[in-house]
């Protein structure tokens, strides 16, 4: 079951500019992580956030997170044509096992 | 260098042909996963593998199979029981399943696999 919905599906921004894409989710988590896909490619992890905090920073990545919400939100400041790619955000719905729920994912594209 | 590897990256399949997508690591990572994905979708767990000769089915594992010999191999099986199986084919690992502080699993390129 699919228990990140992402929003929106695609974006497409100008260089320079931010980019910003939420994540929502449906059980309790004990961390929420994001990944980025480059076309045809494996997922490169980028941040992971724990249920415990809010906020937290990785160079141009900033993720927030709202657990009374259910929501995750990550933005790309100062975005650059290598940014595009495919974000997954992935929980791990509270459980031990290591498996990971991953959502649809939003497509950036970022025009020079 | 240190990571996983997957081959072939294309593999074709023939109606009724079972294949077998390799998938390889040498980061002495404990568990290891099989995902699919789908044009413009997110991950689909098919199986899921904590420790060596063990594993569990994800939420997709109909028509497919596994083992796990081996610490750093994790072959997936298509069988010919999965009637829709082309799609990209991600392996992953990570270091200890539900570790504090361990939660990232880390990507091979893929196999891509199309029906003849």
Known sequence: SQQGEEDPQALSIQEGENATMNCSYKTSINNLQWYRQNSGRGLVHLILIRSNEREKHSGRLRVTLDTSKKSSSLLITASRAADTASYFCATDGSSNTGKLIFGQGTTLQVKP | ?116
């Open chain 2, 1 to 116: 260098d240190g990571g996983i590897t997957q081959s072939p990256k294309y593999l074709f399949r023939k109606e009724g042909q079972n294949v077998t997508l390799s998938c390889e690591q040498n980061l002495n990572h404990d568990a290891m996963y099989w995902y699919r994905q789908d044009p413009g979708q997110g991950l689909r767990l098919i199986y899921y593998s904590q420790i060596v000769n063990d594993f569990q089915k994800g939420d997709i594992a109909e028509g497919y199979s596994v083992s796990r010999e081996k610490k750093e191999s994790f072959p997936l099986t298509v069988t010919s029981a999965q009637k829709n199986p082309t799609a990209f084919y991600l392996c992953a690992s990570s270091i200890a399943p539900g570790l504090a502080g361990q939660e990232t699993q880390y990507f091979g390129p893929g196999t891509r696999l199309l029906v003849l």
